[in-house]
């Protein structure tokens, strides 16, 4: 079989049974996705599905987050892949978010690429 005729019956095996990719991250809001897009690099969405909760009940806005230390939301992600990167990340993330965006997460993808965290996603992504 060419790959070709694999790569089409992969791509129509998931049109008839997986029509709507959704993430098995857990999250109510913008700003929830983001804290577990940004754990959930080099990380499983089941590791980061049972740090959020405690962590966005101390934090549960940019507000809040922005204004705790990394070393602080470390104690809370340190079961994870890379804590202290990642401590740095959502507070800097949350002080941009407050600083130039009002504590509401952008629309654009663009504005949202600037945040920190948000683009070793991206980078984690492309070398899948």
Do not use: W
Not at 86 to 104: A, I, Q
């Amino acid at each position: 079989m060419t790959i070709k005729k694999r790569i089409e019956l992969t791509i129509n095996y998931f049109l008839m049974n997986n029509q709507v990719a959704e993430t098995e991250l857990t999250y109510r809001t913008p700003f929830e996705l983001m804290v577990a897009v940004i754990l959930s690099a080099q990380c499983t969405d089941k590791r980061v599905n049972m740090i959020t909760p405690p962590l966005l009940s101390k934090f549960p806005d940019a507000d809040k987050m922005s204004k705790a230390e990394p070393e602080e939301i470390f104690e809370y992600i340190k079961s994870c892949s890379y804590p202290n990167n990642k401590s740095k990340h959502l507070s800097g993330m949350s002080r941009m978010l407050v600083k130039e965006f009002g504590g509401v997460m952008p629309s654009d993808p663009e504005l949202l690429q600037k945040l920190p965290g948000s683009e070793e996603k991206q980078q984690t992504l492309l070398h899948r």
